[in-house]
């Protein structure tokens, strides 16, 4: 689908608007004098003016003004200011599309004072076109601006639906912050193999590609996690001895916890607690 001559202005070109902003002129959704970058950085926006000549602007109200789509990609400590900006200036054809993280339907549309808004929740590898989205919008969002919606979200990875708002808690949870547990991990793995007596960089390609193939594999075999994981697993063996002591300390159960203290956050973002006491 190609959406030239629709305008789309992206507010904050951090990480991951201006990630976003590369994928919709990468694949060609709109040309790049279509396309609006505003942000309080004005060295950042020059850049993106040099690299993609797409039009830059500070003022906020000023780059909204004739959009057909309005990206919010704002931190969550900024959009209350956003809001407050563009409040009652956007016209009800406009299609407002947030990557706020805890920013619900129903603050993002009484602070907009607009009804025709996609919630969604994109996560970190959308930066090399690898992302996952998790996306909801609301009634007034038409069938032709979700299909719209659906390439600008393709455009840095894969996008899925849902009908229901509390998915996109559970999304920021699973894949929004699902990078950040990868790493984690893979970090631990390569402090083993660092620990064992292997050089770091040895240690970091050894882990790097054991999580690339295994993840391949994975995709290539389609079968149950727990299948793969037993194909590996020789009775009396290195491996077992290794997911014994995964399992005495919790391994499943803290990734469990872990993810469902991410979601209670998400909530928590959402009904305004900037705040958080990790201990309640
Ligand atoms: N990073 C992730 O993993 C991830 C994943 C999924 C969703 N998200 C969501 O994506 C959003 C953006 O995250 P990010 O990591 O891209 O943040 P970021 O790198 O800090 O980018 C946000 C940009 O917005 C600018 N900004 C702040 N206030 C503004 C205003 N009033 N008007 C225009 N621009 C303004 C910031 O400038 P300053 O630097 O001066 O503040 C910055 O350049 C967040 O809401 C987050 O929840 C992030």
Redesign the pocket.
Known sequence: MNDSGKTITI?????????ILAGIIRQGLTTPDHVRA????EG?LHDLSNTYGVTTL?D?RAAVAGADVVM?????Q??G??LQ?LEGSLPASTLVI??????TLARLSSGLRHGCIIR?????P?QIGQ?ITVWTATDAVSEEQMALARSILQAFGVEVQVQEENFLDMA?ALS??G??YVYLFMEAMIDAGVHLGFPRNVAEQLVVQTVRGSVEYFDTMKEHPAKMRNDVTSPGGTTTAALYYLEKAGFRTAISRAIWAAYERSVELGQGKMVHNPEK
């Open positions: 507010i904050g070109t951090g990480n991951m608007g201006s990630a505003a942000d309080k950085h950042r500070t906020n919010l990609c704002v931190k969550p900024h959009i200011a956003v900006e947030s990557i706020v993280a805890g920013a969604t929740m994109p996560n970190t959308a992302g920021t929004g912050s990078p950040a």
